[in-house]
């Protein structure tokens, strides 16, 4: 197994760093050596030594005990990464460590700056013990040596492990197929664990439940269609039709189908394949239902950035939303297992084998899997910032909130074997990302109350509007940054932004003069910014913007911000489908065998994806694949 040595010498440069400007390292059982007193290659002065090192979302501590001759545990004490992301590796590593008797470990697939952190913890702890780290290679045991390339028969095989490829993997199991997916990286999840928002979803019992308030949004979608799409003018009629009827007998929650579409197709500028954006809202509560099926229940509704009305489907823990990807994905993981589906990680797939013009099979690195059907869902290319830069030149530069292993390779496979693209030049950048940690700031904040002001103290957009025009509102502000403002009363109802606060996102302040002074804006500003936003609320009118989504006053102290700009997020383009996930050819025919679902497909979001469509067509178009190869193979 080739070694991660760069983790180590990045863990080498931290642990100097560390003994410099913290107290890790001492040990807590034992004296620590002196340097006159050097240890016997191969002895350990026995006890208990802490350590500590940076992962991706704060820092990480261990514990790690020595005998005479061992390491023999590593405990991490304390940490604040993200579930089902970070925590592989809390949860993998020390063991590695312990089996390998030296921290020259592989790091976990998707976490590896926590795989760095805590490498660099352990060795900030081994070298507080006098030990010579650099010289502990690694040991190996009799059974090592590679089993060679193994051949695998399945009626289908998924590339990918994310939300797409497991929901697709799902759905072809539950018709009765046999399944293997083959993961690149160590673990599930890919970019969809990463999502922090929810589902968009029309016309669910969920919706229901909720008071309806959102006129003023359902009149700004029917007048920008109408403005600037007048090629959407039958469908803006009958959003207008129903809504009319509503009106006139205000009963439930109003939401359709066409409304839905209208959003998304606004949204996305009409760049958006129709077919497939009706495939998408149609199947999306049926999606929420299957979604209950297999014990992820996202029954929260609240308002996201570029819906007319309250649409996405969130999460709940004791009260709380809570972030959907982490939720949604160990369950998806589980729900594979209780189907029969085989997932085999750190496989990446490098080619789809073809025979007489159809999809067969796939080789990844130790497999061939022969297969009816080949299911594409790796994940688009947000990681690839080259390759960002090379289709869109003005990213350059900018961080980005994908996993490592969103590079593209999907792609690039299916153009090998006559697959055409759509829209690749179509990548989103997302307006709320903290910069030094490139995390995800989850637009259900601004959904739920939350403002951005920039360094004069001031509002300068309408915060609930879609990613691209929020993006590009702050990009003209000073710095091309701002902050986004929430309350107490916003923390009490969300386990995500307590857990911004934990990770030290935040600055904070009991008056707003104080929180001014935390960000190092104008206080008399932000106060007039503030004391306006809520009268707005109250009033239930944005006269300089015209947001139409309020939620409730910033009014309970203590106050919070987060210092955000955009980052790369979504790419937008991809592999063609149909709205049965087959993969196209140029001149519009299918490639047989071959189906895509999720982010490494184009055509969906046209140029502009909206908040919560991410997880509706990786649940969507998974299932649908999954449903197509099974029937395909039958």
Known sequence: ?????????????????????????????????SESTPVAEGKFTPGTYTGEGQGYAGPIKVEVTLSADRIEKVVVTEHDETDGIGSKAVDALPDA???????????????????????????????????????????TTGGSEPAGEQTLEADVVVVGAGGAGMAAGIAAAQAGKSVVILEKTAMVGGNSVRSTGGMNAAKTEWQDANEFGQSAGVEKTLAAAAESYPELAELTATVQAQYDEYKANPTGYFDSVELFMLDTLVGGKNLNNYD?????????????????????????????????????????????????????????ETACADNGVEIIFNAPVTEILMDGGKAVGVKADGYTVNAGAVII???????????????????????????PGITGDGIAMA????????DMDQIQIHPTVEQKTSALI?????????????????????EVGTRDAVSAAELAQTGGNAWLIVDQKM?????????????????????????????????????ATM????????????????????????????????????????????????????????????????????????????????????????????????????????
């Open 276 to 332: 497939l954006v009706k495939t998408l809202a149609g199947n999306s509560a049926a999606a929420i239902d299957w979604l209950d099926g297999i014990g992820a229940e996202l029954h929260n509704v609240g308002a996201f950035g570029g819906a007319s009305v309250n649409r996405i489907h969130r999460p709940e823990k004791d009260g709380k939303t809570i972030s959907v990807g982490s939720y949604i994905i160990p369950i998806m």
């Open 442 to 462: 989850t637009e259900g904040l601004r959904g739920d109350g939350a403002i951005l002001v920039n360094a004069e103290g001031s509002r300068f957009c309408d």
């Open 415 to 422: 153009e090998k074997v006559g697959a055409a693209t759509v």
């Open 491 to 527: 923390v009490d109802a969300s386990s995500v932004i307590a857990g911004y606060i934990t990770k030290g996102y935040t600055v904070q302040g009991d008056t707003y003069e104080a929180l001014a002074e935390a960000m190092g804006v104008p206080g008399d500003a932000l106060s």
């Open 1 to 33: 197994m080739t070694k991660k040595l760069s983790a180590l010498l990045l863990a080498m440069a931290l642990v100097f760093s560390l003994a410099a400007c913290s107290g890790g390292g001492q040990p807590s059982t034992s004296p620590t050596p």
């Open 531 to 634: 004391d306006k936003w809520n009268a707005a609320v109250a009033a239930g009118v944005d006269e300089d913007y015209q947001r139409t989504s309020f939620a409730n006053p910033l009014d309970t102290a203590p106050y919070y911000a987060i210092q955000i700009a955009p980052g790369v997020h979504h790419t937008m383009g991809g592999i063609q489908i149909n709205t049965a996930a087959e993969v196209l050819k140029a001149d519009g025919t299918v490639i047989p065998g071959l189906f895509a679902a999720g982010e490494v497909t184009g055509g969906i979001h046209g140029a502009n994806r909206l908040g919560g469509n991410a997880v509706a067509d990786f649940v969507v178009f998974g299932k649908i694949a999954g449903e197509s190869a099974a029937a395909y193979v039958k």
């Open 377 to 403: 869902a790796s994940g688009g290319f947000g990681a690839n910032l080259d390759m960002v830069a090379e289709l869109k030149s003005e990213l350059k530069g900018f961080v980005t909130t994908n996993a």
């Open 97 to 139: 460590i312990v089996d390998a008797q030296s921290v020259q470990v592989d790091t976990i697939g998707g976490a590896t700056m926590a795989s760095d952190g805590i490498i660099a913890a352990v060795t900030a702890a081994l070298e507080s013990a006098g030990v010579d780290v650099a010289a502990l290679a690694p040991i």
